[in-house]
């Protein structure tokens, strides 16, 4: 069956780095476009980045220079490294797949940046 697990999310200071990776398995990876979103306390589920089949990027504004969409087909990996954390980057990461009519959510990872 179709899966997205999600690891790398903790706590790290204001500042910091840390990188998510997204394992998939179930369907054919290579050919999905695949996002990270995350979600507040409280607030909506927002996009954070978007990698296509072909490999073009795309980044919400507040995360552009600081984090970084990437995939390895060959693995079925999906990541994204994130630098130059804030407090207000705290949220669950949420990896998803995406190809008409078919879309898939992992169960996401926590990320706490702390001031």
């Known amino acids: 069956q179709v899966q997205l697990v999600e690891s790398g999310g903790g706590l790290v200071q204001a500042g910091g780095s840390l990188r998510l990776s997204c394992a998939a398995s179930?369907?054919?990876?290579?050919?999905?476009?695949m996002a990270w979103f995350r979600q507040a306390p409280g607030k909506r589920r927002d996009l954070v980045a978007t990698i296509d089949s072909d490999g073009s990027t795309n980044y919400a504004d507040s995360v552009k220079g600081r984090f970084t969409i990437s995939r390895n087909n060959a693995k079925n990996t999906l990541y994204l490294q994130m630098d130059s954390l804030k407090p207000e980057d705290t949220a669950v990461y949420y990896c998803?797949?995406?190809?008409?009519?078919?879309?898939?959510w992992g169960q996401g990872t926590q990320v706490t940046v702390s001031s």
């Open positions: 998803h797949g995406d190809r008409v009519p078919y879309n898939y």
């Open positions: 179930g369907f054919t990876f290579s050919t999905y476009l």
